[in-house]
T-cell receptor
């Protein structure tokens, strides 16, 4: 499968715990995006990487959130001290550097904070 | 600021009916891109179409067609002869592809389409 993959697909955690999600983009794509989607809403932008550089962060990304893309390939999104309001679907998307600018999304990680 | 409005929260149709999903956008940019994505119950967003702001030509792909009108800032999506498999949430999105954000998508709230057999 050459699409975007995300792991885990589901995560249930207790409030206050730390969680980490992983995204593997399409291999030749140098641009990677994270979005968050809550029930009944469209996805909201969290952060953007071009290669290993994190170029943009939304104000939705509080200091409890951190994202990395250490070698310009896979990316991780960590949430520290989770809160119930963090419960959402976390989506990763990737995009190539050419003219076509559509983003291709992974299946998402659904986080439930109890 | 960029904004996408999908006023229709839910639409129900019977199979073989035609259905149009509305999308209205706001942007101050002269160059921008519009997208439609489909989100089936499995949850994965599936890319359907991209349209550049300087190309107002309508597009047809099988049962799908898109009507882009800059004069009304609309990018509507029509499914002809709907099928049960078309049941999903459909999102319209906008990006400006400039500056540091380089293509972040602004999504509408989505339209839940249910096609009954």
């Amino acid at each position: 499968d050459t699409g975007v993959s995300q792991n885990p697909r589901h995560k249930i955690t207790k409030r206050g715990q730390n969680v980490t999600f992983r995204c593997d983009p399409i291999s030749e794509h140098n641009r990677l995006y994270w979005y968050r989607q809550t029930l009944g809403q469209g996805p909201e932008f969290l952060t953007y990487f071009q290669n290993e550089a994190q170029l943009e962060k939304s104000r939705l990304l509080s200091d409890r959130f951190s994202a990395e893309r250490p070698k310009g390939s896979f990316s991780t999104l960590e949430i520290q001290r989770t809160e119930q309001g963090d419960s959402a679907m976390y989506l990763c998307a990737s995009r190539g550097s050419g003219g076509a600018n559509e983003q291709f999304f992974g299946p998402g990680t659904r986080l439930t904070v109890l | 600021a960029q904004k996408v409005t999908q006023a229709q929260t839910e639409i129900s149709v019977v199979e073989k009916e035609d259905v149009t999903l509305d999308c209205v956008y706001e942007t101050r940019d002269t160059t921008y891109y519009l997208f439609w994505y489909k989100q089936p119950p499995s949850g994965e967003l599936v890319f359907l179409i991209r349209r550049n702001s300087f190309d107002e030509q309508n597009e047809i792909s099988g049962r799908y067609s898109w009507n882009f009108q800059k004069s009304t800032s609309s990018f509507n999506f029509t499914i002809t002869a709907s099928q049960v498999v078309d049941s999903a949430v459909y999102f319209c999105a906008l990006s400006d592809d400039r500056g540091s954000t380089l293509g972040r998508l602004y999504f509408g709230r989505g339209t839940q389409l249910t096609v009954w057999p």
